[in-house]
């Protein structure tokens, strides 16, 4: 069985939790975000006997001609 990855991606309008690439909940700013994400890392631990890998990652995008300057 694969880790779980557990990413929270921080961009211009606030953070999304990812778990396996797919979007679980989005918060305006990382500590709540990070809070769940540990909190579904020590699950994964009681449940599988390892815990998930958690990543905190700043989107890859470049901010829009419109919101630049």
């Known amino acids: 069985m694969e880790q779980r990855l557990l990413v929270v991606r921080k961009d211009l309008r606030g953070c999304t939790l990812l778990d396996g690439g797919r979007p679980l909940a989005w918060y305006p700013s ?11 890392a020590d ?3 009681l449940r599988d006997g390892w815990p998930a890998r958690v990543e905190v990652r700043r989107s890859s ?4 001609a419109d919101t630049a300057g």
């Open 61 to 64: 995008h470049p901010p829009s």
């Open 43 to 45: 699950a994964s631990a």
């Open 30 to 40: 990382v500590a709540p975000a990070l809070a769940l994400a540990l909190t579904l």
